[in-house]
Protein backbone atom coordinates (compact mmCIF):
# COMPACT_ATOMS: atom_id res chain seq x y z
CA UNK A 1 0.00 0.00 0.00
CA UNK A 2 1.41 2.94 -1.54
CA UNK A 3 -1.64 5.85 -0.25
CA UNK A 4 -1.46 8.05 2.68
CA UNK A 5 -4.04 9.60 5.14
CA UNK A 6 -2.93 12.75 4.17
CA UNK A 7 -6.86 13.97 3.15
CA UNK A 8 -7.76 13.40 7.06
CA UNK A 9 -6.06 15.88 7.93
CA UNK A 10 -7.29 18.72 5.65
CA UNK A 11 -10.83 19.73 5.95
CA UNK A 12 -11.26 21.06 2.57
CA UNK A 13 -9.91 17.70 1.40
CA UNK A 14 -12.35 15.89 3.76
CA UNK A 15 -15.37 17.93 2.01
CA UNK A 16 -14.10 17.17 -1.62
CA UNK A 17 -13.95 13.40 -0.70
CA UNK A 18 -17.39 13.34 1.10
CA UNK A 19 -18.77 15.27 -1.73
CA UNK A 20 -17.40 12.46 -4.68
CA UNK A 21 -18.33 9.70 -2.40
CA UNK A 22 -21.75 10.18 -1.05
CA UNK A 23 -22.14 7.55 2.14
CA UNK A 24 -25.18 5.67 0.72
CA UNK A 25 -23.88 5.40 -2.82
CA UNK A 26 -25.04 6.66 -6.41
CA UNK A 27 -27.01 3.59 -6.94
CA UNK A 28 -28.23 3.48 -3.50
CA UNK A 29 -32.03 4.76 -3.17
CA UNK A 30 -31.23 7.03 0.07
CA UNK A 31 -27.69 9.10 -0.09
CA UNK A 32 -27.85 10.14 3.30
CA UNK A 33 -26.14 14.19 3.89
CA UNK A 34 -24.40 14.34 6.74
CA UNK A 35 -23.07 17.34 8.35
CA UNK A 36 -19.52 18.27 7.64
CA UNK A 37 -19.31 19.22 11.60
CA UNK A 38 -19.02 15.92 12.29
CA UNK A 39 -15.65 14.87 9.88
CA UNK A 40 -13.33 16.95 10.94
CA UNK A 41 -9.63 16.99 10.36
CA UNK A 42 -6.62 14.99 12.29
CA UNK A 43 -5.08 17.46 14.19
CA UNK A 44 -1.78 16.36 13.38
CA UNK A 45 -0.04 16.95 16.31
CA UNK A 46 -1.96 14.01 18.34
CA UNK A 47 -0.81 11.81 15.66
CA UNK A 48 2.37 9.98 16.44
CA UNK A 49 2.55 10.01 12.30
CA UNK A 50 3.64 12.31 9.60
CA UNK A 51 0.87 13.44 7.42
CA UNK A 52 2.20 11.79 4.48
CA UNK A 53 3.41 8.46 6.61
CA UNK A 54 2.22 5.34 4.25
CA UNK A 55 -0.51 3.17 5.13
CA UNK A 56 1.66 0.36 5.80
CA UNK A 57 3.96 2.24 7.85
CA UNK A 58 0.95 2.66 9.84
CA UNK A 59 -0.37 -0.44 9.79
CA UNK A 60 3.54 -2.47 11.03
CA UNK A 61 3.70 0.18 13.89
CA UNK A 62 0.48 -0.66 15.03
CA UNK A 63 0.99 -4.59 15.02
CA UNK A 64 4.29 -4.23 16.70
CA UNK A 65 2.66 -1.66 18.83
CA UNK A 66 -0.12 -4.51 19.54
CA UNK A 67 2.82 -7.25 20.41
CA UNK A 68 4.39 -5.50 22.41
CA UNK A 69 1.33 -4.28 24.93
CA UNK A 70 0.12 -8.46 24.44
CA UNK A 71 3.83 -9.52 25.58
CA UNK A 72 3.72 -6.74 28.24
CA UNK A 73 -0.13 -7.96 29.03
CA UNK A 74 1.33 -11.78 29.45
CA UNK A 75 4.57 -10.93 31.49
Known amino acids: MHSSLSCFYSKNCLRTLLTAMPIGGYDAEYVWTIDERYFQPIYAFSSRFATNEKIDI ?3 SMLIDLRLLMF ?3 S
Do not use: G
Request: net charge positive; hydrophobic share 50%; no cysteine.
Open 58 to 60: IAQ
Open 72 to 74: LRH
